[in-house]
């Protein structure tokens, strides 16, 4: 029986449900001490003074020490760290876990205290007396482009970094050249809180005279993290653990390499004491990294039919105060998006980087290719409009292969899709949205003049999954691998352990591998135990993000499973004294081809293989193997989404009143998780369409930093989504699957706002921007009626 | 100060200072860590419990408010053979993913189906406002509740 591919609950829950589930802020350490922060309040200072004497003073107070302090304790070797340097001159000024000199942020650490509880730690931090002196601040991306004040002021320019790709400038100038019909489209990527319901958290626990130190972080990444911690403090990585235990949602927040982690590490080590910190929800919204912050000029020159000659794009993107680790590259990562599932023949994307004293961006859910995604998704729908068809036609014009299947096809911007089927997947999200009715009554609805007017937005993403080919990720100057790896182990009894380098938080992984593994080896899933994000169990990995575990991690470990299969094949064939070609194996048992009496379990031959008595001469005992899994190509997953809302004419307000998806990820592994990360993934990406905003004033602070003003959706906002699926193998891959992690949120935003544009198309509106506020739409309904109002 | 309460039908008694939050009682003199801290403004209920069966979210009460309180956390749901069936149909429907809100979103659905034994999907909607969820977009924590409730009618 083939379990993949039969939605199956989740081995994580029972301990989630019951609270035994053990997140970082839930583990302690006999004589702790509790971290407490001191922020710089501007977004741009010198530091004058920082006196500790009070605080230091203070009842339960074990330790002060201001950025100074901490410097000449020599408590690292280098600055947190950025292992992607895109361009050989990019600017990357040092970001010390706590500052000495200039504070670049709202939020940005410039003392610490140790203390003996949580609440005393943050009674010691208001007692820190700091004196700056305030220097102009960067407060949004337009004021760095405009470069009137520094960011930094020992930099002589605000640019960071200028990155092209454009593979053939004469073709695209002649695409322009020859065009029909060309349409621009300006759109602001605003930033984002990614807001993970866990605060992260850390607990470093030394061992003084043993000499290594565990760190409990809720990270996405410990792998990447103790790589790290190694080049950023000299402490040996043979000597450090990272363990992240139940990770209470990541979304790309929990992928960096942040101050508190090293702190927490350093001073440790140095007190010979465990060290914790649990962020609160403001310092999670300006102090960890936020995403998108992207200003985008996308352009697209098309023949009289509407049909695409060329795609020019240019990015101005907001990378903060300072280059965490993967900021310079999230804009690079949608580059080869902006031109979708479409047959483009000419391309060219540009990017500029820019430094400003706001919180510093990084990785997002979708991290670069919700933006890519969200700019030609929106531009079809002006070309649309120009060319005077439909949203649905428009795109059929366009597809790769003319919508038609296709395999490892090489497009514009250089990368080779692996496989792609648009033209069915469009068709039936149309059917299953009822297209046809919801047209009619948005007709009927304009016609009777209701105040509540319908609008429905299409999106046919694609997107890139699967990080990464190694040496694809060379080419552009990523500092790591993409591989993942995976041990596969038969244990005496014949229960099996699986040893993965993905580092799940919320993905269900124990399930899915579990079910990888049962359905290569003939056990059951409960049988199964799988074991990660702890590198002492599990030392190589290269962790979760970029919605690669499956296509990666996964993959290895089914490759590992066949190798084990192939090892017990030699065990098996030596004991039914067969040729190893003459057995089959099915259901978890060998059979001589023709001779169905003779046969072996694989479980037991796991024992064979554990005693050793009788093995093949010279086969190593154990049943276990491993694999690294370096992926030949990425995964191109795709979908149709089609949001329905109605706008409220009289007030602006916009309420999502259905949402069908059509994704295909290829073959699902256990279609009940596929399904649930679709659903919470599209409500991400609502929400930027709609809600969601890190709103700065004029000063560089952050005026909405916690859950009463920045609108994460409750339950009301959103509806029940319809979804359903279609199936294109990926040719990267012996499983052919491809990854849904970031699905939901790459289609989502631009459908709900070509859904918004569409209701307000009357009105001769054609853009509205993110948030789309009941504000925003209600002044563009008035300027349409004359300003009246 | 000196506070006494039942906690999941044990009784407890601790000198706490004054100021010391239901939350943190909870999770770090009694070990209950099950209810979850997610945001300072009690805007996203991950540390909901139920203080004399109503549920409250416990970031927000000093523990010195709820002396000779009888008060119920996740931790004390589940029996030893099975999990309580709101528990039950969060695993069926796969109302979670990373777990962090769960309890609380557990304890704020109990409490709305003692209320409302027999709500529509839209006053589930509106009876879980105060309960966030970052992975689920709630499709799935919605069925979960109308399942236990359509099991109760």
Known sequence: MTIMGTPRLRKEDPKLLTGEG??????????????????????????????????????GVHAVYSGKDLEEMGLWIAPLPCVWPVTDDMLNPPHVPVVTEEANFVGEIVAVVLADSRYGAVDAAELVEVSYEELPAVASLDAAVTGDALAHSDLD????YHWPLVPDPDALDAAFANAAHTVTGTFVQQRLIPAAMEPRGVLAVPSPHGGDITLYSSSQVPHILKVMVAATTGIPENKIRIVAPAVGGGFGAKLNINPDEILAVTLANRLGLPVRWTETRSEAAFSTHQGRGQNQTIEIAADAKGKILGVRVHLDADMGAYMRLITPGVPLLGSFLYTGVYDVPAFGFTCDGYFTNLTPTDAYRGAGRPEASYAIERAMDLLANEVGVGPDEIRRRNYLNGGEAFQDLEVASTLVFDSGHYGPNLDKALELSDYASLRAEQQRRREAGESKQLGIGLCTYVEICGLAPSRALAGLNYGAGGWEHALVRFLPTGKVEVVTGSTPHGQGHETSWSMIVADKLGVDPDDVEVLHSDTAISPLGLDTYGSRSLSVGGVAISMACDKVVEKARLIAAHQLEANPDDLEFSGGVFRVKGTPTAELPIQGIAYEAFTAHNLPDGMEPNLQEQMTFDPPNFAFPF????????????????????YTAVDDCGPQVNPLIVEGQVHGGIVQGVAQALWEEAVYDEAGNCKNPSFLDYLVPSSMEVPSMVLDSTETPSTSNPLGVKGV????????????????????????????????????????IQDAKGGEA | MQIDMTVNGRAYSADVEDRTLLVHYLRDHLGLTGTNVGCDTSSCGACTVHIDGQSVKSCTVLAAQVRGADITTIEGMANDEELHPMQEAFRQCHGLQCGYCTPGMVMAATSLLSENPDPSEQEVREGLEGNLCRCTGYHNIVKSVLSVAGGQS
């Open chain 1, 157 to 160: 320019t605000n640019k960071a």
């Open chain 1, 639 to 658: 979908g149709t989404h089609v949001a329905v809302v109605e706008v409220d004419e009289d007030t602006g307000g916009v309420t999502l009143v259905g």
């Open chain 1, 741 to 780: 992690g970031e699905a939901g949120t790459i289609g989502s935003a631009a459908a709900v706002i070509n859904a918004v544009c569409d209701a307000l198309s009357p009105y001769g509106v054609t853009d509205i921007e993110m948030p789309a506020t009941p504000q925003k739409i209600w002044r563009k």
């Open chain 1, 22 to 59: 053990k997140f970082v802020d839930d583990i302690h350490a006999p004589g702790e001490l509790w971290m407490g922060m001191v922020r710089s309040p501007y977004a741009h200072a010198k530091i004058v003074s920082v006196d500790t004497a009070e605080a230091a003073a203070h009842s």
